[in-house]
């Protein structure tokens, strides 16, 4: 991770300030991964280029979300629902886990 963004890694506990906000809305700034991809006839053909970005990485149950936010280049950002992504990240684990398994059988 860079040094260049500050308190990466560090996560905080965002205030509800109006109407709207979460009650457990939480935030975190971290470096991300941003790829561009090459598209030749709207099909992708691979990668164009890739570069570390600073990113703020928010999430709230209430929601029902996670959202990143790019902050390099033109800013943007990519919102998933919590749910999913749990179940990704479980099956990733699980599969991870067999694999571990398997390898020292």
Excluded: W
């Excluded at 991770?1 to 109006?18: F, W």
């Excluded at 928010?58 to 999913?84: K, T």
């Amino acid at each position: 991770m860079s040094k260049d963004t500050e308190n990466t890694g560090a996560i905080r506990r965002l205030p509800k300030v109006g109407m709207g906000d979460p009650d457990d809305g939480v935030e975190m700034m971290a470096q991300c991964n941003v790829m561009n991809f090459k598209v030749k006839d709207k099909e992708v053909t691979g990668i164009g280029s890739q570069h570390l970005a600073n990113c703020k990485m928010m999430a709230s149950f209430e929601n029902g979300v996670v959202s990143i936010s790019v902050r390099d280049g033109r800013p943007f950002m990519v919102s998933v629902r919590l749910d999913e992504l749990m179940a990704l990240l479980k099956e990733a684990a699980d599969y991870r886990n067999e694999n571990d398994q398997k390898a020292t059988e």
